[in-house]
């Protein structure tokens, strides 16, 4: 297609390490952290394997970057997150992943996010705050969409705040969440909306399940099992578009830089649509279903995708 050149920069091919299960670029460093159902992690920079651990026995869940070259992991098996510092030899020649600290929680953590505290979110949909969530202290948790509201994205706004999405009866729910530090209570610094999905079909028509949800400021993306994809529309941002056939699948991840839609699907593609004009402007096809996807936030142009075959791609485009 014009306009969008995809560049190859990395393929690992399906290995005995099995399943990826998370991926987390650093947002300071030029460094990507990568997680597998097999309790294994990676620490790559510049395409290149720079240490490896085997940290548990259980499924990589969750990790997120944070300061001084710092990553917080959990993992199925144990209710602990732990968090990894990048430390460098005196030589600078040999890099290695230093557990700093762990703390204990009382449940599987399903996505973690640095925002001036590190906080976890559970499978059942409430956020934690990781250093505190064992103190039973009322602030220290926030249940409003417990177990009601399926969180499908967590979308970083800045340093101190992240927007959060998810799905709920063919509804788009909107979430933004604000950390203050330790010492402000995690229960009052969320707040959140909910949008009609705009999905007008007849109520005894099935309806496709909402599978994935980004949103960059007023801007929601939303995409559904069958491959479609749907926007809220200017000036009034609670109307939306029709539908459109993006995908032959699932939509399994939906990201945004500053001039593009990135969709990423079961179909075995990841697309790149002009965020004006909503036109398709690159494809690329990977060896299974595609079913992480993460942008490089220090260069919007780079980003990596794992697919079902337990294939890592490093993909870069220009115009």
């Not at 199925?76 to 204990?104: E, G, I, P, R």
């Not at 969180?151 to 992240?162: A, Q, T």
Request: net charge negative; glycine share 6%; aromatic share 8%.
């Amino acid at each position: 297609l014009p306009g969008i050149i995809f560049l190859l920069c990395t393929d690992t091919i399906a290995n005995l390490k099995g399943p990826i299960s998370t991926l987390c670029f650093s947002q300071t460093d030029d460094l990507l952290l990568v997680g597998y159902e097999s309790g294994l992690l990676e620490l790559w920079q510049h395409n290149s394997v720079v240490d490896h651990k085997q940290v548990s026995d259980g499924p990589i869940t969750a990790a997120c970057s944070m300061p001084d070259s710092q990553f917080a992991v959990t993992n199925m098996n144990t209710l602990v997150v732990d968090v990894w510092k990048l430390v460098w030899n005196q030589q600078c020649s040999k890099a290695s992943l230093v557990k700093v600290k762990s703390y204990k929680v009382k449940t599987t953590m399903v996505r973690l996010v640095y925002c001036s505290l590190l906080v976890g979110v559970t499978f059942q949909g409430d956020l934690c705050d990781v250093a505190n969530v064992v103190m039973d202290e009322w602030g220290n948790t926030n249940t409003s969409w417990n177990q009601s509201v399926s969180i499908l994205s967590v979308v970083r706004n800045d340093n101190k705040s992240v927007w959060l999405t998810g799905e709920k009866n063919d509804e788009v729910h909107i979430g933004f969440f604000f950390g203050m530090g330790s010492n402000a209570p995690i229960n009052s610094s969320f707040s959140s909306i909910t949008m009609n999905s705009g999905d007008n079909e007849q109520e005894n028509k099935k309806r496709s399940l909402i599978t994935a949800i980004t949103v960059d400021q007023e801007f929601v993306v939303c995409g559904d099992e069958e491959g479609n994809i749907w926007f809220n529309q200017h000036p009034d941002i609670s109307s939306w578009s029709e539908k459109k056939p993006a995908h032959l699948d699932r939509i399994s991840e939906l990201r945004f830089t500053d001039r593009n839609i990135i969709s990423a699907s079961y179909d075995r593609t990841l697309k790149l649509w002009d965020r004006n004009t909503k036109k398709q402007v690159g494809m690329f096809v990977c060896g299974g279903p595609v079913l992480f996807l993460e942008v490089n936030p220090r260069k919007p142009s780079e980003l990596v995708c794992a697919d079902g075959q337990g294939k890592l791609y490093s993909l870069c485009w220009k115009d």
